[in-house]
């Protein structure tokens, strides 16, 4: 198994900014997507973003889109999220995410490993 570190969680003010970073130094790192995903209590995993393993391509869902930016190093076996104006609603646990291939991707169900995850706590 490989593993994937998240770090840079922490508590924040409603419209103050997180940078996440996740190590994989196990990886072919190029050689995946790299994505975060979050959970919030009582609800479910859901998608936040994706880099294709050039790092020449994101997605992001709708309710980040504007405020995170995903990136990567592929030097230092890195992937950042970038999260700026945070709200309230952003707070979650978010996970690392490797899938092997082209392309990024979005579904939890195709990623091929997962970090422990790192929690994210926004106050109003």
């Known amino acids: 198994q490989v593993p994937l570190v998240e770090s840079g969680g922490g508590l924040v003010q409603a419209g103050d900014s997180l940078r996440l970073s996740c190590l994989a130094p196990?990886?072919?790192?190029?050689?995946?997507?790299m994505d975060w995903f979050r959970q919030a209590p009582g609800k479910e995993r859901e998608f936040v973003a994706s880099?294709?393993?050039?790092?020449?391509?994101?997605y992001y869902t709708d309710s980040v889109k504007g405020r995170f930016t995903i990136s990567r190093d592929n030097n230092k076996n890195t992937v950042y999220l970038q999260m700026d104006s945070l709200e309230p609603e952003d707070t979650a646990v978010y996970f690392c995410?490797?899938?092997?291939?082209?392309?990024?991707?979005?579904?939890?169900?195709?990623?091929?490993?997962w970090g422990k995850g790192t929690l994210v706590t926004v106050s109003s």
């Open positions: 995410a490797a899938k092997r291939g082209l392309g990024v991707w979005t579904r939890a169900g195709d990623m091929n490993y």
């Open positions: 196990g990886l072919d790192f190029s050689a995946y997507a």
């Open positions: 880099v294709n393993g050039p790092g020449s391509g994101t």
